[in-house]
């Protein structure tokens, strides 16, 4: 099996690597063409370490071709690609450079994040700006450590020209499946709708959170835009242009990808 | 009790578990009837999930938010922090902000200024009547709020004054002003007995006889209706000293407004019970206020007992 990556790996044009996702789980051989790559965003790093987990828990052999040293010093995982020492441990995808970061986190919350933030960034963005990336950051996490019971979850966060872009992405039990215990719906796209209404959760122990509607509401006037994807289901919502789209997936991601985009003009020091 | 959220829950202060834990503790303390401290120092939480689960929960164990009050101090909280814990307890019914007035027009901390006109090079635009923030975030009260106030809610008012005039010729004109600025007040600053609209039209009558402009001595510095002292005007303002919250923006010729002057006099008035309160060692009634106004409460002089005389002859006429 044969696919040619896109041009920009990101939060755009995803139908390629999340059908990378989904065939490795069934075939033995996948061959990733780099040849047209030329960007790697901030949500990118944390996609190609997703790419590379699931290969090796699929016992998938990733066989990669055309992958310049430009793009491989864009990820540490890509400098030592042909390693076979199983899963890489959570360290080992860690990257971090003057404008971004992203962290491979198991077992549980993980504040480096804030650290970071807070450590390298309080004198580039102010403090509302900041607050809300937060804001975002700690609901996200949550849900990926509660509801999807995945061991590893991945945080990525980086300045992208005058766009701040920041996500955390998981592989565990999507949305939809959660949904579909307590709620019913007839597409995964209305489950992740639904999903993002007040008052719908589908926490078990201490029930009855206020789920992300809320931090949304916080977060809108901020602008920007916000991609929401699990299993067949994709919403794309636009907060200054008041813009929803919804969209169905070409190839079923198993697992939760939550990436936003906040326009950081105005909120600079 | 004091709990250094940055130690006690370092690492982990955003889930539902941490808010969790927090909330146990807060439980413990309010239902041991012991003061508990939640310092926030040197910490963003910015979750909604914490604040959430650990205070904003507590509505489900029933916990009031006056209990809450009592027992738990929230120290150096972020400002971000304090709005996301403002909102979720908001949506929970466990509203720890102290509620605004229903008539007013702007949240709590801020005041309104009417629609003014401002000059631009291209000719004058209009500025869009608006809220803006009080120094503080304390609630003060503007000049234009009250105008506002008045000419858009003093109708089908809860108590009003007697209909008797006192045999003067406005005796009866301010009757609605007078009611409506009593149930503002009492419904503001929750006293143990509400003002009675009588004591005010009392107060009036032997201040200016309902007379917004009474002829007075040269020299003479008490503003409008209620014969209000510019030193009042500034004890009521948030530079005064005098009030610790719920200030009013009112200069003297904005107090010529009996509209505006009835206001300030209730709410001195509502000041002076304090300071009656603590004279007397007792809860006073409101006439002994309405002649501590006076400075007729306890002097003895042939004079302070004509103005009390005076004051009963009113207040026997009303009711």
Request: proline letters at 4%; one cysteine or more; glycine letters at 6%.
């Amino acid at each position: 099996m044969h696919l040619t990556l896109p041009q920009k790996i990101g939060s755009e044009r995803l139908d390629t690597v999340i059908e990378s996702l989904s065939v490795m789980r069934e075939v033995s051989e996948l061959n990733l063409n780099w040849e047209r790559v030329e960007k790697i965003e901030p949500a990118g790093r944390a996609i190609i370490s997703i790419l590379i987990d699931q290969a090796i828990e699929k016992n998938c052999l990733l066989i990669h071709s055309n992958l310049n040293s430009n793009i491989k010093k864009d990820h540490p995982l890509l400098k030592n690609l042909f390693k076979k020492d199983g899963l890489p441990k959570p360290d080992q995808h860690f990257y971090k450079d003057n404008n971004s970061f992203h962290i491979c986190c198991e077992g549980g919350i993980n504040l480096l994040y804030k650290e970071i933030l807070t450590r390298d960034y309080i004198n580039i963005l102010d403090e509302d700006l900041l607050f809300s990336i937060q804001l975002v950051f700690n609901e996200l996490i949550q849900n990926a450590v509660d509801h999807s019971t995945s061991e590893r979850y991945y945080v990525y966060f980086g300045l992208v020209d005058d766009e701040v872009h920041f996500g955390v992405l998981d592989m565990g039990v999507t949305l939809p499946s959660k949904m579909e215990q307590k709620f019913n719906a007839k597409t995964d796209i209305d489950f992740l709708e639904m999903s993002l209404k007040e008052g719908i959760t589908t926490r078990r122990l201490r029930s009855g959170g206020l789920g992300l509607y809320h931090t949304l509401e916080m977060i809108k006037e901020m602008g920007g835009k916000f991609v929401f994807i699990s299993r067949d289901g994709q919403i794309r919502r636009y907060f200054s242009q008041r813009k929803i789209s919804r969209l169905k997936l070409k190839s079923r991601l198993h697992g939760t990808w939550v990436m936003f985009t906040f326009k950081i003009k105005g909120h600079t020091k | 009790m004091k709990i250094l959220i940055k130690e006690t829950f370092k690492d982990d202060y955003i889930s539902r578990e941490a808010g969790e834990e927090l909330r146990k503790s807060i439980l413990a303390a309010i239902n041991s009837k012991e003061h508990i401290v939640l310092d926030f120092q040197d910490l963003v939480i910015a979750s909604t999930s914490f604040f959430d689960e650990s205070i904003a929960k507590l509505v489900n164990e029933n916990i009031r938010p006056d209990d809450f009050k009592e027992f738990v101090t929230i120290k150096d909280i972020n400002r971000n922090d304090q709005k996301v814990l403002d909102q979720v307890t908001k949506y929970r019914g466990f509203n720890l902000q102290e509620l605004k007035h229903p008539w007013r027009i702007c949240p709590l901390g801020e005041h309104w200024v009417k629609e003014f006109p401002r000059k631009t090079s291209s000719g004058t635009t209009s500025v869009e009547g608006h809220c803006r923030k009080n120094p503080k975030n304390k609630d003060v009260i503007s000049a234009d709020e009250l105008l506002h106030i008045a000419n858009t809610h003093f109708k089908n008012l809860e108590m009003l004054p007697s209909n008797n005039d006192l045999k003067f010729p406005k005796g009866n004109d301010y009757n609605l002003i007078i009611a409506g600025w009593c149930q503002y007040w009492n419904e503001t600053l929750k006293p143990e007995t509400k003002i009675h609209p009588n004591i005010v039209k009392a107060l009036i009558a032997t201040e200016s006889g309902f007379d917004p402009e009474p002829k007075v001595s040269k020299g003479h510095k008490a503003i409008g209706i209620m014969q209000l002292m510019p030193e009042t005007l500034k004890y009521l303002s948030p530079s005064g000293k005098e009030l610790k919250n719920l200030f009013l923006y009112v200069d003297s010729e904005e107090a010529q407004n009996p509209i505006v002057n009835i206001s300030a006099g209730v709410r001195w008035l509502f000041r002076k019970y304090e300071l009656t309160k603590l004279k007397l060692k007792r809860s006073p009634t409101w006439e002994e206020v309405l002649l501590d106004y006076k400075g007729v409460l306890t002097d003895e002089s042939q004079k302070a007992k004509e103005i009390r005389d005076h004051v009963v002859k009113y207040m026997r006429a009303l009711q």
